[in-house]
């Protein structure tokens, strides 16, 4: 089946350095969401990239979609302390399913 | 709008034993999932429904039942609850239509945390 690798497991910054998050897929994909979870919390989403090669930025989020749809990014620049959570990474394929990535999980140092 | 609201938000069940965690969402959506979140391991879809009437398995399936009987119900049935099955699980909704082809975005409840003993 479908498998969506997702790294680092965790990263430590300290504030106002950048953080990126890497999603490859073992298949192409259709689309692919973003969700962040806040300790405690649960999913909530970010974004949803659908087109070949698309990058969307949200304020100092950058999010890239690859040329072959099997690969994504997160970067985020100049990191704040709210942004710590953890963030996925959800792969759509030929069914209707999502299949997530295992998370990283971002510390920011302030 | 609730949203998604699951309950129980806490569960402690002995090996053996059966429960059903409830999921009902306000939104009209057609798309419901089910997932269960294991450290380091991501979000896991256990069954899935694009409709009332209609399931369909995840990735993790065994030993655990639903059903769709309404657009805004999809309970979640453990048969026989064993410690493997001691998890977070989080019930997820969509409102792209599914014969797109493109799962849209999930709205998630706030999780039930789940122990068997």
């Known amino acids: 089946g479908q498998q969506v690798m997702q790294i680092p497991q965790y990263q430590h910054v300290q504030e106002g350095e950048d953080f990126t998050t890497y999603c490859n897929s073992s298949?192409?994909?259709?689309?692919i969401q973003w969700y962040k979870q806040r300790p405690g919390g649960h999913p909530v989403f970010l974004i949803q990239l659908v087109k070949s090669g698309e990058v969307k930025k949200q304020k100092r989020l950058t999010f890239q979609f690859g040329e072959a749809k099997k690969n994504s990014s997160l970067h985020i620049t100049a990191t704040q302390t709210t942004d710590v959570g953890t963030y996925f990474c959800?792969?759509?394929?030929?069914?209707?399913?999502?299949?997530f990535g295992s998370g990283t999980q971002l510390t920011v140092l302030p | 709008n609730a949203g998604v609201t699951q309950t129980p938000k806490f569960q402690v069940l002995k090996t053996g034993q059966s429960m059903t965690l409830q999921c009902a969402q306000d939104?009209?959506?057609?798309?419901m999932s089910w997932y269960r979140q294991d450290p380091g391991m991501g979000l896991r879809l256990i069954h899935y429904s694009v409709g009332a009437g209609i399931t369909d398995q995840g990735e993790v399936p065994n030993g655990y039942n639903v059903s769709r009987s309404t657009t805004e119900d999809f309970p979640l049935r453990l048969l026989s609850a064993a410690p493997s099955q001691t998890s977070v699980y989080f019930c997820?909704?969509?409102?792209?239509?599914?014969?797109?082809?493109?799962?849209?975005?999930?709205?998630f409840g706030e999780g039930s945390r789940l122990t068997v003993l």
């Open positions: 939104m009209n959506h057609e798309y």
């Open positions: 997820a909704s969509s409102g792209i239509r599914p014969w797109t082809g493109n799962t849209g975005e999930l709205f």
């Open positions: 298949t192409t994909l259709s689309n």
């Open positions: 959800a792969g759509g394929g030929s069914a209707r399913q999502l299949t």
